[in-house]
């Protein structure tokens, strides 16, 4: 049974940063797609970053390439997301999401419980 479990968030300036987790039990990095979504008020969730099973990839959407970082640290079955430079455009729920296939869906099965990101001054 695959379970996603995230920790951080919260509120920050714009400009400013904060990190999000994703730990994952039930299933091996090296046969999951792992990576973020994000949904705003009003709006349909979208694909933010991911990390491909075996690491040759980390794809990222064009809003967010360059300030938004994804990494994972195998030993702890944990993905990160490190968010710089952050806008307000930025305030979402952000969910982590887990598939087999390389790309992911927001049909995708698996998923984190979300956490809030609010950027404001």
């Known amino acids: 049974q695959v379970q996603l479990v995230q920790s951080g968030g919260g509120s920050v300036q714009p400009g400013g940063s904060l990190s999000l987790s994703c730990t994952a039990s039930?299933?091996?990095?090296?046969?999951?797609?792992v990576g973020w979504f994000r949904q705003a008020p009003g709006k349909e969730r979208e694909f933010v970053a991911a990390?491909?099973?075996?690491?040759?990839?980390?794809p990222y959407a064009d809003s967010v390439k360059g300030r938004f970082t994804i990494s994972r640290d195998s030993t702890k079955n944990t993905v990160y997301l490190r968010m710089t430079s952050l806008k307000v455009e930025d305030t979402a729920v952000y969910y982590c999401?887990?598939?087999?296939?390389?790309?992911?869906?927001?049909?995708?099965?698996?998923w984190g419980q979300g956490t809030q990101v609010t950027v404001s001054s």
């Open positions: 990390i491909r099973g075996d690491a040759d990839s980390t």
């Open positions: 999401a887990a598939d087999r296939l390389r790309v992911l869906r927001t049909t995708s099965p698996y």
């Open positions: 039930g299933l091996t990095f090296g046969s999951f797609t």
